[in-house]
């Protein structure tokens, strides 16, 4: 059974500094990993999304690796910004089926 | 274009009131999934659909929830007879589920049902 754990589970930071995000999934039979971003009350944004034989993916500050044979991904954002304020989660995509599992979350503030 | 849309955005039912949500999808997409989201958890996987086959209801919590997507397009999700644990946010997502769109899922807002 698929299992995904995100740590940590919150995140404070001052403003302008590097942070990683990590995700670890127990199945390595996957299509694809995905990081999304919540803010409160709202639904969920996709930030970047990684099949299953690539190994990272860049979008402005944020890249994302993956290390399928590990069960391992993180999420880098460069120079933090208080915008970046939310809750981020990832979600791996199973074979067989398409049942998508998520983790928790990371709740990140970047202080002003 | 439009993205994924859901109505209503809030719910407030009484116990042992049946209650509908509606998840329309991105035009064209084929795979729509629904997901609970308790307060402060990620989302847990209900129910998928390709076109309008139900191909995986693993996720449904209990017979009391029921998901149905008739012309493959509009999908409609339906807890009978709430309870407190049900209050939860249901989020919809669509997709083109193919290995060109790498499988992408797409989100709408969510629905907030609370259940008094």
């Known amino acids: 059974k698929q299992e995904v754990t995100q740590i940590p589970a919150a995140l404070s930071v001052p403003e302008g500094e590097n942070l990683v995000l990590n995700c670890s999934f127990t199945?390595?039979?996957?299509?694809?990993l995905q990081w999304f971003r919540q803010d409160p009350g709202k639904g969920l944004t996709s930030l970047l999304l990684?099949?299953?034989?690539?190994r990272e993916q860049t979008s402005g500050r944020l890249n994302a690796s993956l290390d399928k044979s590990s069960g391992r991904s993180t999420l880098y954002i460069a120079a933090s910004q208080p915008g970046d304020s939310a809750t981020y989660l990832c979600?791996?995509?199973?074979?067989?089926?398409?049942?998508?599992?998520f983790g928790a979350g990371t709740r990140l503030f970047v202080k002003a | 274009g439009a993205g994924v849309s859901q109505s209503p955005r809030y719910k407030v039912a009484k116990r042992g009131q049946d209650v509908a949500l509606r998840c329309d999808p991105i035009?064209?997409?084929?795979?729509l999934f629904w997901y609970q989201q308790a307060l402060g958890q990620g989302p847990e996987f209900l129910t998928y659909?390709?076109?309008?086959?139900?191909?995986?209801k693993s996720g449904l919590p209990s017979d009391r929830f029921f998901a149905e997507r008739p012309e493959g397009s509009v999908s409609t999700l339906k807890i009978q007879r709430t309870q407190q644990e049900d209050s939860a946010v249901y989020l919809c997502?669509?997709?083109?589920?193919?290995?060109?769109?790498?499988?992408?899922?797409?989100f709408g807002p969510g629905t907030r049902l609370t259940v008094t």
């Open positions: 035009s064209g997409h084929v795979s």
């Open positions: 997502a669509s997709s083109l589920m193919t290995s060109r769109d790498s499988y992408e899922q797409y």
């Open positions: 990684i099949q299953s034989s690539q």
């Open positions: 979600a791996v995509l199973n074979t067989g089926g398409f049942k998508t599992i």
């Open positions: 199945d390595s039979a996957i299509y694809n």
């Open positions: 659909f390709q076109n309008e086959a139900q191909l995986d």
